[in-house]
């Protein structure tokens, strides 16, 4: 590894995005996410690279489908309600099969709602907000290293699935400063991209970058194409810290930085001799069912935490599937599940004969 | 014998699917007879709207990205800042220009983005079967004004070359119609000019087609290109709007 440096959240996903070969970056300002366009504003003129703040996020995302349809690495950044103004996009550049990594910075909602930190965007981007049956791939970083780590493994799986992909975080995540250590030399993949519009030079037929197919069995056929490549991508892609679960009394998941919290939650409830163990998925989609699946009878109960009021809960549900309890607890507003009462409740139900 | 007419190569060789009497045809070859002229297929991209022509990337042998109902713009502009040295072009009605995609017209223009835009104006919405543009006319029946278009309800028919010229970064603006040989062979000098201008740098260029929709104005095709040469020249005055070359060469 290489230079280890103090940075704000935010800064490290364009700074990653940068090291990743991203030259290519279309935002709109909002809270609390805006300091990615500010660290790309000014990199991007030092690089060569193009850098637009756009009249709107509808105009922004459509710039990322033009940028990615030339083949080019590309970002946007937002957050909750600007992601909304987004999905039209989003659902295009899917059925388009576009490679682009979208930031979400998740502040509380719905509505205008607040600028402060939320996990309430799950549904929006793990479940689809867009139209049609499509899937993006999902991470959910918890701290800023892992952030670094992965918005630079986004671009990498974008080009490999010619998919959107999205860097799920809490505001915490992008607001915070903590040290990350950046390496010497990025993994980054060359992917070609014959499908590219980049003009035809005259030497091949051309290329078409469209989202629309009006025959029925054409657009189902392009559908169940992208269901297999789907499959393929939760064959390969699906990423997951198990941590102390073996013999747990209590398993609890949360993603995020509320992760975080409930890796305290543990050391105190052993210090009282109760076993707890944390499922936090990596890869919000595809989802980590089978550490649920392998685990289901393990614990007493399970416990999801989340800053919303319960959504990632709905799938470990279904993975967990009626073979044990799942119990929820979430904050909203902006608010933080403490780690007082997360102890309680893991205490409820270690207390479980 | 000579061959002294044959279709452009940019065009490719496949039956329109547009009504009887409808003017995108002639269009769509103005297009591909400049980007012949100009040598450019090659390094060309163009972005079909939503639509009647939502697939006239079937149409261009030009490498084509289909956008969003009035994204073309932004669009283009994310090709035209990853393509810095290819030609990139929108092709857009009235209701995908001038209503959905307001925002975004305005400000590629705003931008200077250095793309070509033939935005095609006939007044109605054609693929949705009639309904009022934001071009419609006063008095105009559509399928959404029954009794015909009023102000106090439906308000105003919107200008869009006058609104856009008022802008620095739009570099060439030019109203044409297809009504006839003559106005034709201009609409054609125009898209030419705006493509040449977009090649030198010089900022964002728009080239506006007065256009017919028989279909759906319920006319016959000669009756309909009467109606637009009696109604819609009448508040869409042709000629230019806005030329940096001109207004150079003044000083």
């Not at chain 1, 035809?200 to 469209?210: A, Q, Y």
């Not at chain 1, 890869?283 to 009021?309: C, H, I, N, Q, R």
């Not at chain 1, 507003?333 to 205490?347: A, S, T, W, Y």
Request: proline share 5%.
């Amino acid at each position: 590894m290489g230079e280890k440096l103090l940075m704000k959240g935010n800064e490290v996903i364009a700074e990653a995005a940068l090291r990743a070969g991203c030259r290519h970056y279309f935002g709109y300002p909002i809270t609390p996410q805006t300091e990615v366009a500010h660290y790309m504003s000014r990199k991007m003129e030092e690089l060569g690279g193009t850098f637009v703040q756009a009249e709107s996020e509808l105009a922004a995302i459509n710039m990322v489908y033009g940028a990615a349809s030339a083949g080019k690495r590309v970002m946007t950044s937002s957050s909750s309600p600007g992601i909304s103004l987004k999905q039209e996009g989003i659902s295009y550049s899917a059925c388009a099969e576009l490679p682009m990594v979208i930031v979400d910075i998740v502040r509380c909602g719905p509505g205008l709602g607040g600028i402060l930190p939320a996990q309430c965007d799950y549904f929006q981007i793990v479940k689809g907000g867009g139209h049609g049956d499509y899937n993006l791939i999902v991470f959910a970083p918890s701290s800023v290293q892992e952030l670094y780590e992965l918005v630079v493994h986004a671009f990498n799986v974008a080009d490999t699935y010619r998919n959107p992909v999205v860097i799920l975080g809490d505001g915490y995540l992008g607001q915070m400063m903590e040290a990350v250590e950046f390496r010497d030399t990025e993994p980054v993949e060359h992917i070609d991209k014959p499908w590219a519009t980049v003009g035809t030079h005259m030497k091949r037929e051309h290329n078409v970058i469209t989202s629309i197919y009006i025959e029925a069995d054409v657009l189902e056929a392009h559908n169940n194409r992208l269901q297999e490549k789907y499959r393929s991508i939760q064959k390969n892609e699906t990423m997951v810290e198990e941590y102390n679960c073996e013999g747990a009394d209590v398993i609890v998941t949360a993603y995020g930085t509320v992760a975080r919290i409930v890796k305290n939650v543990i050391k105190d409830a052993a210090s009282e001799g109760i076993k707890v163990g944390l499922i936090r998925p990596v890869t919000l989609w595809p989802f980590p069912s089978a550490s649920f699946v392998k685990y289901a009878d393990t614990p007493k109960g399970f416990l999801t935490v989340e800053m919303s009021a319960g959504q990632m809960v709905e799938d470990v549900r279904l993975a967990v599937n009626g073979r044990n309890s799942v119990e929820f607890y979430g904050r909203t507003g902006g608010n933080v599940p403490e780690q007082k009462v997360i102890l309680q409740k893991v205490r409820d139900i270690a207390s479980r004969v | 014998m000579s061959i002294v007419f044959d279709r452009p190569h940019a065009l490719a060789d496949k039956p329109l699917h547009y009504c009887p009497g409808c003017t995108h045809g002639i269009i769509h070859r103005l297009i591909a007879e400049v980007i012949d002229e100009l040598g450019i297929e090659g390094i060309t991209v163009g972005v079909s709207p939503v639509g009647c022509t939502y697939n006239n990337y079937e149409y261009f042998n030009c490498d084509m990205v289909q956008a969003a109902h009035g994204r073309a713009p932004a669009v283009a502009t994310g090709l035209r800042r990853s393509l810095p040295d290819n030609v990139v072009f929108t092709y857009q009605g009235d209701g995908d220009l001038a209503a959905i995609g307001t925002a975004e017209i305005v400000h590629a223009a705003t931008r200077g983005e250095r793309i070509t835009t033939v935005f095609v104006n006939n007044a109605i919405y054609g693929m949705t079967s009639g309904q009022m543009a934001p071009t419609s006319l006063i008095g105009q029946v559509t399928t959404t004004t029954p009794f015909g278009r009023k102000p106090e309800l439906h308000g105003y028919p919107v200008r869009v070359c006058e609104l856009l010229s008022t802008l620095e970064g739009a570099a060439y603006i030019e109203r044409t119609a297809v009504n006839n040989v003559k106005n034709i062979r201009k609409a054609k000098a125009a898209i030419k000019k705006a493509f040449e201008l977009q090649m030198s740098g010089a900022g964002f260029t728009l080239v506006e087609v007065l256009s017919t929709c028989p279909t759906n104005w319920g006319m016959n095709p000669v009756r309909s290109l009467e109606w637009l040469e009696k109604n819609m020249m009448e508040h869409y005055p042709l000629g230019v709007y806005k030329d940096v070359t001109a207004s150079a060469a003044a000083e």
